[in-house]
């Protein structure tokens, strides 16, 4: 009897198979730079990915929308592995290994990650999303936390795995012929977290006639609800430049004077360390979290850190910014570049190519079988 149902197309051999949950402008660049530079390394690269339009409908606070978005990662490296047969794979998120089988976890495995859930998920409630977190993390190669050095919340995980810390190639803009508005930007992606509210009260306490406040990352009627939530007045001087894209926002940075950052808590915190490579003054709260821009903002000038987490304490520091004269801001600027050294794209590479990829991929022509 003929065979009715066609045979389906063996998997095509890649190197790396990327698992990214793509769903955030920071996921997106980090995991597009590193496929970029695999490439550039000569290795073959596929990418498992999901919008998670199916798994929204589930999402009822942080542990179902994790269990909920590991699900579809779950689902998404399934579809992938039938078109790819790949020699590692990269995980982009602890999120993105929890559901997985232990036959995708084992082997040449590598989870790249900002912030761990022990800690930016922490208490009792969500002990189950430690549980799988740590079941996954101890089965997988390598774990690779953002940065320079592992930081304190990555050394938390109770798993015995070796780390690589790979940091995020920051852009370095030259000092010469480079001309400054009286502009500060924020981003406000996610109004609560980024502390939306605090910023605009600090700005309202602090800001000169003549320097306008760019809010990115948020739609003007959105951020409007938001201020009118945390019973917050829009004062004069606010621009919304709504949701842009990376371009736009690097086009923002080129042009203004200082950077405004109101989280309580950062997973890492790209935006920051990427205005300080455009040459901004960074102004900042002591945020917790493995947030590396803190060390450095101290490190050029403490006056621009916060003392403490209020908005009081912000229009302290954010005053302090605007007083800087050009000849301050150019000595900043210039510091600055020579602090993001580390974290550059030649770095990362570097850090692929002898510490990693050795490790994950091995002698050439070994391969795993993934189900």
Known sequence: MRNIFPSMPEPTPVDVLLVSPGTTAGWRRVDGELAELLAELGL???VASTD???AGRFRRGVVMTD????????RALT???RRHRPRAIVYSSPQATMLQPAGRLEGATAVRFDEP???NRAGPARALLHALERRALGRVRLLLPLGVEPSAEARVLDVERPMVALPVGIPVATAAGRTRERTVVLYAGNPEKKGLARAVSAWAR????GWRLQVTGIESERGRRHLDRHGVREPGGIEWAGIVAPERFGELLARASVFVSASRHEDYGLAQLEALGAGLALVTLPASGPYPALALARTLDARLVARDDSAEALAGALEAALDLDD???ARYAERARGLLRPHSREELRRRLSEE???????????????Q
């Open 67 to 74: 269990l909920a978005e590991a699900f579809a990662m779950r």
């Open 327 to 329: 000849a301050a801001r």
């Open 44 to 46: 073959s690269t596929a």
């Open 206 to 209: 602090s800001a000169p006639s």
């Open 79 to 81: 579809r992938a592995l």
């Open 117 to 119: 859930a022990a800690t």
């Open 52 to 54: 998670f339009r199916i």
């Open 356 to 370: 990693v990829l050795p490790v994950l991929l091995g002698p050439p022509g070994v391969s795993e079988n993934r």
